[in-house]
């Protein structure tokens, strides 16, 4: 997946999501501030994309981390949301490679209830370090806020960093956040360190 996508992401969190500033966002659900998210982003990919030849060619890797996503809930203006990501990637020719969820999403207007799941997700060989990114996935699930539900739908795309793939990081696109006839739009990015 072209990496154009990540202009998006700049524009709506700003210079601070892209430099690693953070700013002073909520809380996430953990208690980790959007300073932690960016030292994490800023960590995970300091050590630069890994050379696909040097990933694991079978068996699983389990990632955890962050997600900061711009959520518009409730019918109000789109507002930082931050949670957790569990991540997890099949190499090898397994089925539906990349796998898992999102969840404890909290922001300015308090705690959301329910997860967003990880699926149908595919891996590129032969991505382009400078222009492609190496696995995309489809988000999706129902989140209440308020005793009010949000159908929500995404896609993620991203690439492995460090040695071995030791960690993960990457955007959140083309997001849609549905209520009744109502459909608003939304992006994020993430990032993972590898578990032990």
């Given at each position: 997946m072209?990496?154009?996508v990540?202009l ?28 932690g ?7 995970v990919?300091t ?10 060619p079978?068996?699983?890797v ?8 711009s959520?518009p ?6 507002a ?18 990349v ?12 705690p959301?209830?329910g ?17 492609d ?13 308020n ?7 995404a896609?993620?795309s ?7 793939g030791?960690g ?9 956040v ?5 459909i608003?739009t939304?992006?994020g990015?993430?990032?993972a360190?590898?578990?032990?």
């Amino acid at each position: 997946m072209v990496r154009f996508v990540c202009l998006g992401v700049c524009i709506v969190f700003g210079l601070a999501a892209c430099s690693g500033g953070g700013g002073g966002d909520v809380g996430a659900g953990n208690g980790a501030s959007a300073d932690g998210f960016a030292a994490l982003r800023d960590r995970v990919t300091t050590a630069g994309i890994t050379p696909f030849a040097t990933l694991p060619p079978m068996g699983e890797v389990a990632y955890a981390g962050r997600v900061r996503l711009s959520l518009p809930l409730g019918g109000t203006a789109a507002a930082p949301y931050h949670g957790d990501l569990d991540l997890r990637v099949r190499f090898g020719a397994a089925p539906d490679p990349v796998t898992g969820r999102i969840g404890n999403l909290q922001g300015g207007a308090g705690p959301v209830t329910g997860h967003l799941q990880i699926s149908d997700g595919r891996i590129y060989p032969d991505a382009a370090a400078a222009r492609d990114y190496q696995f995309t996935a489809d988000l999706s699930g129902t989140l209440t806020q308020n005793a009010v539900a949000h159908d929500v739908t995404a896609e993620m795309s991203g690439d492995f960093h460090g040695p071995q793939g030791a960690g993960v990081a990457g955007v959140i696109a083309r997001g849609a956040v549905r209520r009744g006839d109502d459909i608003d739009t939304f992006d994020g990015s993430f990032a993972a360190d590898r578990s032990p």
